[in-house]
């Protein structure tokens, strides 16, 4: 499994759960203290993405790394 993979499917989960909760990047990045573009570039795979930066995205979203790391998909 390639980073590019992990990073897309991380990213993919993310939106995913961030449209369950019917939230806006915008009011995830506010609530994450976070850029909008940032969580832009996580949800579209651009970036490799740092645990420290996952932390306060996962509390905000109230879920569990094995939630946004499943890549069981891929």
């Given at each position: 499994?390639?980073?590019?993979?992990?990073?897309?499917?991380?990213?993919?989960?993310?939106?995913?759960?961030?449209?369950?909760?019917?939230?806006?990047?915008?009011?995830?990045?506010?609530?994450?203290?976070?850029?909008?573009?940032?969580?832009?570039?996580?949800?579209?795979?651009?970036?490799?993405?740092?645990?420290?930066?996952?932390?306060?995205?996962?509390?905000?979203?109230?879920i569990?790394?094995?939630?946004?790391f499943?890549?069981?998909?891929?």
């Open positions: 499994m390639k980073n590019k993979e992990i990073n897309i499917q991380i990213g993919n989960n993310l939106r995913a759960e961030r449209n369950r909760r019917n939230l806006s990047q915008e009011e995830l990045a506010e609530m994450s203290d976070l850029q909008r573009q940032h969580i832009s570039k996580i949800e579209n795979g651009q970036i490799d993405v740092r645990v420290s930066t996952l932390v306060p995205i996962l509390k905000a979203l109230d569990k790394f094995e939630q946004l499943d890549v069981s998909g891929l």
